[in-house]
């Protein structure tokens, strides 16, 4: 089954209430979205491997540890997902980046893909898929399910605000995928927005409406 880490770290819950602020603007949004995805960062790669190597010191020689294994790909949908990358490139300048690229058809509220591009070995990558909301749970099921259908073997899934609607639909579909939010709302009203969430994040964070 999945693991799934609510994040309670003080700084996170701080800057999350001003994301879901009615009043934060689009600039001051997207800067908070940052923050907060690159300190969420710090444990989604809490168990990436380490090897041993050599280095030299102004003092001395001494063993070291450096990140060793599965390289690591971040994977936004789009376009909500843009958000989180930045945050994530700066803990991980050297990971590539794909996109998906889905949008929820108004009267069946499912995913329809429309865009996908991946790093070519993304069988060999650590995969994190970024969306800032995890709401019905249908577009994470699907853009997972490309990924897969594409060869990707290890793969997390990253969300600013989750329903439990949504965690529940992942957990059933891809019980290897592990989980990380920074908050679970109450539920779903019947536009399928989160409540209380934070509105949509792809107008909030680009000014559209």
Known sequence: MSKVVVF???LIKHKL????????????FRELVTEVSTLMGYEVTRDLTLEEVEIETPIGKMKAE???????GLVPILRAGLGMVDGMLNLLPAARVGHIGLYRDPETFQPVEY????PQD??????????PMLAT???AVAAIQFLKDRGAKTIKLVNLIAA??????????????DIYVAAVDEKLDDHRYI???LGDAGDRLFGTK
């Open 137 to 139: 749970g249908g577009s």
């Open 66 to 72: 450096v990140i060793a294994g599965k390289k690591v």
């Open 195 to 197: 409540v209380p969430g």
């Open 164 to 177: 439990p609607e949504g965690i529940k639909a992942v957990e059933e579909a891809h019980p290897d995928v």
């Open 8 to 10: 309670d770290h003080p």
């Open 17 to 28: 209430t001003f994301i879901r602020d009615k009043n934060t603007g689009s600039k001051e």
């Open 122 to 131: 993304v069988s060999e990558r650590e995969l994190i898929v970024l969306d």
């Open 115 to 118: 865009y996908c591009k991946l």
